[in-house]
């Protein structure tokens, strides 16, 4: 005898056999055994959940020797036949392939003839959604006054595309996904019986890819009892079944934690030269996000956790170690990242790149304030501002360095090899004669026109901060901007991604290299060289640029949340 796959050898044969359908069987029972049996049913559900199983045990029930009964012996020729699937009475039909017209009529013909040999003629009809619009127009008057013996059972996993007409001249049962315990339990049953020694924690990833259907998990069982024999290694169900290490993925935890930034890229390198799936890897993480924001939402580790995890009890030890690493909020953005990540791998040619460049962002998280925090540290902020009557005391200018104005740790980190061509961003303290002696004439001054000429074709909006700047030095290898001390024009070309472009397009354009340095001028601002009008409107502007950024509630927000100004609007 040819071999009988796990799927079809673990079929269940009676109504007490089916695994996490309770509601439906007991229900079908109860109208077998009160004689109440509609003549049309229709079971929807996902693949794999036991729909065609029941719908032939309910055939079984009605046409049994001793039936019609709740329990059919499975003994008798009528039950046999039934199993085998060889009943004259019992007609399995594929919608997906008879889905016509014509398949129809031929069905309206032959439903007015007898049973054969049993009590009912069954007709059960898979993925019944595929019929045409004429064909189930043309089942409807047979489907509402059907003969007496006849039973149509109708099956499918999608049952919005069934015209309402149908529904409701059927009763509807809806199947449910099986939970993954009762899935974990029917494994060990099948490996028991089968002679298969795997461990646990195996059956408990063949039940998690299994996603609630049975017949996926005895598929994928079959799978690796192939590849692997009676014997079977937790890794070698990971390479039968192309699964990424669970381990993998808790130091992908591990590393974010940490902010090991290094040890995120071989995670991505080792996952992607495994071949895994980079949008499934996503999917995986965000997944154990929710379970560590569940462990963080009970903390004692109450069974409400355990029961909400769906997790071997030694992993969720191990997230239950990697909690405290994180806050709420910082999940909550975490799994954010990672869903935006998962949808851009699935579209993007490049998804290893993705993964990557969003890991490496993660791991470099900012403290994240709950609503409640900010609530409180406004309140706190504005007790202050109100302390004394109302006045607040403009008090010291935030300095240009300072890492709620600026952020130009990058640079640093950049400034150890080449000092002589990395650009410098500072902000003396200068007196009044060293600002007079910083204007060029000449040659320097057209070269310096010419620079924010060529800046223009560039890079525009970097042009127009190099306009609001004065040239101090400009000569064979150096080159320093000044800008009114505490501007939002030093801030930003204080910032590394400008102070680089500073440095490249000084050397392309005086084709060697230049040491660039921005600082800041003490003493006010100054007026461009210019017609007067402009001179006077540029000054205003940028007085209120220096109005808003030492406004006593602006400097209190950055000093509380820890900010800097972006950009400067209007109102």
Not at 434 to 454: I, S
């Amino acid at each position: 005898m040819s071999y009988l796959v796990l799927a079809r050898k673990w079929r269940p044969q009676n109504f007490e056999d089916v695994i996490g359908q309770k509601p439906i069987t007991q229900a079908l029972q109860n109208a077998i055994a009160t004689q109440r049996v509609a003549h049309a049913y229709l079971f929807a559900g996902s693949r794999g959940v036991g729909k065609t199983s029941v719908a032939r045990i309910l055939a079984k029930a009605l046409n049994c020797q001793k039936g019609p009964t709740p329990h059919p012996c499975g003994d008798c020729q009528l039950c046999k036949e039934v199993r085998d699937g060889i009943s004259v009475d019992v007609l399995e039909i594929d919608g997906a392939s008879n889905r016509g017209i014509d398949e129809i009529r031929e069905l309206r013909e032959n439903v007015k003839y007898l049973p054969a040999k049993n009590k009912y003629k069954v007709y059960i009809i898979d993925e019944v959604h595929m019929l045409t619009e004429p064909a189930f127009n043309a089942l409807l008057k047979t489907l509402e006054e059907p003969p007496p013996h006849v039973i149509f059972i109708f099956a499918t996993t999608e049952p919005h595309k069934i015209p309402l007409t149908i529904l409701s001249r059927c009763q509807r049962y809806d199947f449910k996904r099986i939970p993954l315990p009762s899935l974990l339990e029917q494994l060990k049953k099948i490996a028991s019986q089968e002679n298969l020694e795997i461990s646990e924690a195996s059956l408990h990833l063949i039940a998690r890819q299994a996603q609630g259907s049975m017949r996926d998990a005895q598929s994928l069982l079959d799978q690796v009892f192939s590849f692997s024999g009676p014997k079977v290694s937790d890794q070698e169900v990971l390479e039968a079944l192309g699964i990424i290490d669970r381990k993998v993925l808790h130091e992908t935890i591990q590393a974010l934690g940490e902010g090991d930034r290094l040890r995120l890229l071989e995670i991505v390198e080792e996952v992607f030269n495994f071949g895994y799936d980079l949008k499934e890897f996503c999917g995986e993480l965000a997944q154990l996000m929710r379970d560590l924001l569940v462990l963080k939402l009970f903390p004692d580790g109450s069974q409400e956790a355990a029961r909400l995890i769906d997790l071997p009890e030694e992993e969720v030890k191990d997230l239950a170690r990697q909690v405290g690493k994180f806050s709420q909020e910082e999940l909550h953005a975490l799994f954010r990242a990672l869903l935006s990540a998962h949808d851009e791998a699935a579209r993007s040619t490049f998804p290893r790149l993705i993964l990557e460049m969003t890991l490496t962002r993660m791991s470099r998280r900012k403290p994240v304030l709950s609503v409640e925090e900010v609530l409180e540290k406004l309140r706190a902020m504005e007790d202050r501002l109100l302390a004394g009557g109302g006045s607040v005391s403009m008090g010291p200018r935030l300095p240009p360095g300072s890492p709620s104005v600026r952020q130009s740790e990058t640079l640093s980190e950049t400034m150890e090899e080449e000092a002589e061509e990395v650009p410098e961003a500072v902000s003396p303290q200068r007196d009044a004669g060293e600002e007079g002696a910083g204007e060029l004439t000449g040659e320097g001054k057209e070269q310096w026109e010419d620079l924010v000429t060529f800046a223009k074709k560039k890079k525009p909006p970097f042009a127009s901060l190099l306009e609001h700047g004065e040239p101090l030095v400009l000569d064979e290898a150096r080159l320093e901007i000044v800008y009114p001390e505490n501007s939002f024009y030093l801030e930003r070309m204080q910032e590394a991604d400008n102070l680089s472009f500073l440095q490249d397009l000084s050397r392309e354009f005086f084709k060697r290299p230049m040491r660039v340095r921005i600082s800041g001028k003490k003493g006010g601002f100054f007026v461009r060289k210019g017609p007067e009008n402009q001179g006077e409107r540029k000054n205003s502007r940028r007085e209120r640029e220096e109005e808003a950024l030492n406004h006593p509630l602006v400097r209190e927000a950055i000093n509380v949340f820890g900010g800097r100004v972006v950009e400067i609007k209007k109102l």
